[in-house]
C-alpha cells in the first residue's frame, strides 16, 4: 500500500507539471493566434474584413489544441499518450497558411534488444509505411545521437546523408527533420521527430511549440507509466493471493481434513467398542486425543508459515 500511495504521489507531482506545461503552450498558442487576428478601428470593418475569419478559425484551432492538451493530460493508456503527442503536435503547427498535411512523425522509444544492448523502436508514427514502423535503430549516430547525448532539441537538413534517419522511406521525400528529447531528470524514453519537405517549416514558433509539446509528451508518458507499474503491482498481489488460497486449500485437504475425518471415524469406533470392552475403549480414547493434539500442531504450523501479503508488498522489516 505505501507503495502504491508513492507511486501515487509521484502521478499527482507529475500531473500538476503536466498542467503548468499545458498552460505554457495554450498561451504560447493563443498568443501566436492573437497576433494574427490584431484589433481593428471599427467593428463594422471587423466584421468584414476575411482576417477576421481567419482569426476566428485560428482561435477554433486553439480551442481543439488545447482540448487536446488536457485530454493527453489526463490519459493513463501508454499507447494512446504517444498517438495523441503525435496529433497534438500536428494540429498545434498546423495552420491555414502553412498546413501539416505533409509533416511526418514519429516517436522513437527505448526498448532492449535481443543483444541486450538500449536500441529505439517507433513507438508511433504518422505516414509512416509499414517497413519503417519495423525498424530498430541504435541511437549512436546522427541527429538522434546528438539529441540524445546533448539533451536538447535539434534540427537537421540533411536528412537523406544522416546515417539513421535514412533508413526511413518516409524521410526520404522530406529536406528538413527536427528532432526532441523525451527526457525527465537522468531517464531518457527516446525522442520525438518530425520532418517536412519544407526547409523553413520548422520556425523558431514551431520548434518552441514542439518544445513544450515534447516536454508534456514526458509527463503524460510518466503518469501512464506510472499507472501501469500500479496495474501491474495490483495483479501480481492478486496473483499472490490465489496462489496462497489454493496452496492453503491443498494443504488443509491433504493434512487436517484427513486428520478430522480420522478423529471421527475412531471415535466412531470407540463408542462401539464402551458397549463391549471399557478398558479398551480408554486406550482408544487416549489416542484419539494424541491424534487430535496432532492436528491442533499441524494446522498451527500451517498458520505459521503463510506468507504474509505485507512481505510480498512491503519487504522483511515491515512485515516484522
Known sequence: MIVAMD????????GALGLIA???????LFRRGASKGASRKNPSTVRRDPEHAAALAERQRLREV????????A?????RVLDMALDLSANALSTSSTPADRLVSAVLLFAQSESKQPSLSVGSARRFPPAD?????PGANGL????????????????????????FVALRACKVACCLPLRAGLDTYGVLLFAHPDPAFFTQANREIL????????????????????????????????????????????????????????????????????????DEIAKI???????TKEIRHMLFTLRPLVLESQGLVPAL
Open 144 to 167: 538522434i545521437a546528438s539529441v540524445i547525448e546533448s539533451g536538447e532539441a535539434q534540427l537537421s537538413s540533411d536528412v537523406a546523408k544522416d546515417p539513421e534517419l535514412a533508413r
Open 289 to 295: 486425543e494424541e491424534l487430535a493434539r496432532r492436528t
Open 211 to 282: 518544445d513544450i509539446i515534447s516536454h508534456q509528451a514526458v509527463i503524460a508518458i510518466q503518469n501512464a507509466r506510472l499507472y501501469s507499474d500500479l496495474e501491474q503491482e495490483k495483479n501480481r498481489m492478486m496473483e499472490i493471493q490465489e496462489e496462497a488460497r489454493k496452496k492453503l486449500a491443498r494443504d488443509l485437504h491433504d493434512g487436517p481434513t484427513q486428520s478430522i475425518a480420522a478423529i471421527a471415524m475412531r471415535l466412531n469406533f470407540a463408542r462401539r467398542l464402551l458397549e463391549r470392552d471399557p478398558k479398551a475403549t480408554a
Open 22 to 28: 499545458g498552460l505554457l503552450l495554450g498561451f504560447l
Open 66 to 73: 488545447y482540448t487536446l492538451i488536457s485530454t493527453l493530460t
Open 133 to 137: 514502423m519495423r525498424v530498430i535503430l
Open 7 to 14: 507511486s501515487l504521489i509521484n502521478a499527482a507531482v507529475v
Open 75 to 79: 490519459t493513463l493508456k501508454y499507447q
